[in-house]
């Protein structure tokens, strides 16, 4: 019990110490993240394409482009000036054999390099397949690479690598999609858009270089970069103190208290919808547990088909739907049936914003989900969300 005591006392002190540099620094208001474009791929998609476009209203020729090209696609030597001196940039390229769109195009006399971002959108059948096949088509130019940027690096699914897309059994297509990922890059938010970022904050003119400043910190947020610095000082504490062993049931027991902060979510809501909301009847209940991906609770209007639940699935939302309206899969939760608008996120103060929505997921350090850890904060979050929740029910009444 003291090994407990003693590492969670020490590790408080090291989080505090940062938390502190945090706050004298400003670091905590963001535009980015203020707005919720850190989390937007077709903005920040906008966003990298105009730095990098030499003929963007940045009006800095290809200062930014240049070390884009060595940080980012890591292709320095085989670019010549004719390259950097003609190159075109487009976003949400326009594929009209399958309707997509590519994110982020380069174009250059010789060559033509697609970008594709996801932050946390999912992948689309044959997606990526589609993207290589149109860049291919251009005889005129050279293709190489997709390069496929997340926040983490990985790579996208077999899905959308495939011409056939989603299939009951990927190893059918072992070869095939060996060769498939080939021209594949993963890139990512952390390794790759942040150093180039670092670079380009250091070309004047002062204001671009302010805006680039708050960009990386909204990026470090959303992709934890941040916290590195953070999380290494108190690994090397581990090491040093011989905490392993308490670390790592600390580390173990997470998920478990992550659980029950969700339960407890759910039974403050059912028990306050259930006393102000009397026409509104509980349906069943999805309880938190380690194997349910989708968590909810449902009520049913009375006289009515109107169902209103509210789910997690990573975040905390709730929304109305029909009950005729069938599931796209019969795997998926409430959520897959919802019409578009018919939802909103639980949030802070009633914002309706991702930014202010506890993460289930990476809730290590979201600052709205460990929030809820306090009783008072906890309590507060209930009846913010019931405002919430009964202007939602409210509006959807009169419709």
């Keep these: 019990m003291i090994a407990f005591e003693n590492l969670l006392s020490e590790t408080s002190v090291i989080i505090n110490k940062h938390r502190k540099v945090e706050k004298e620094n400003g670091e905590g208001f963001n535009i980015f993240t203020v707005a919720g474009i850190d989390e937007k791929e077709v903005i920040i998609s906008r966003v990298i394409a105009e730095l990098i476009n030499r003929n963007g209203c940045h009006a800095q020729g ?57 932050i946390n959108a999912k992948d689309g059948d044959a997606q990526c397949h589609d993207y290589i096949e149109y860049c291919r ?144 009847k509980p349906e069943k209940e999805n309880v938190p547990n380690q194997k349910n991906k989708f968590v909810n609770i449902a009520f049913k209007k009375e006289n009515t088909k109107d169902l209103f639940f509210i789910e997690i699935e990573r975040r905390l939302y709730m929304g109305i739907i029909h009950e005729d309206d069938k599931p796209k899969n019969p795997d998926e939760g409430y959520g897959a049936r919802l019409k578009k608008g018919n939802y909103e996120y639980i949030s802070w103060h009633n914002t309706n914003n991702v930014n202010d929505t506890p993460d289930f997921v990476n809730y290590a350090d979201n600052k709205p989900f460990l929030r809820l850890t306090e009783q008072k904060e906890f309590d507060v979050f209930i009846m913010q969300g019931m405002n919430q929740i009964s202007e939602f029910l409210g509006r959807a009444s009169k419709e």
């Design 62 to 118: 290809d200062k930014y482009l240049r070390p884009f090209v060595e940080i980012v696609l890591n292709c320095k030597d085989d670019w010549g000036n004719e390259d950097y001196e003609k190159a075109s940039i487009s976003t949400e390229e326009y594929i009209s054999e399958n309707k997509r769109r590519i994110d982020i195009l380069i174009k250059t006399p010789s060559k033509i390099i697609p970008i594709e971002v996801k």
């Design 137 to 280: 088509k251009f005889t005129d130019r050279t293709f190489k690479k997709l390069y496929y940027l997340t926040k983490d690096g990985r790579l996208p699914k077999d899905y959308s690598v495939l011409k056939k897309g989603k299939t009951e059994n990927y190893s059918e297509y072992e070869e095939e999609l060996e060769e498939l990922y080939k021209p594949i890059e993963p890139i990512s938010f952390k390794k790759n858009i942040i150093p180039w970022l670092c670079e380009c904050s250091k070309k004047k003119p002062k204001h671009i270089q302010e805006i680039i400043k708050q960009m990386i910190i909204g990026l470090e947020k959303l992709t934890d970069r941040k916290g590195d610095a953070m999380n290494n000082e108190i690994a090397e504490h581990i090491e040093k103190t011989e905490s392993m062993q308490a670390a790592c049931a600390i580390s173990n027991s997470l998920d478990s208290v992550r659980d029950k902060i969700m339960k407890k979510l759910f039974e403050a809501f059912h028990n306050e919808i259930v006393k102000k909301h009397k026409d509104w």
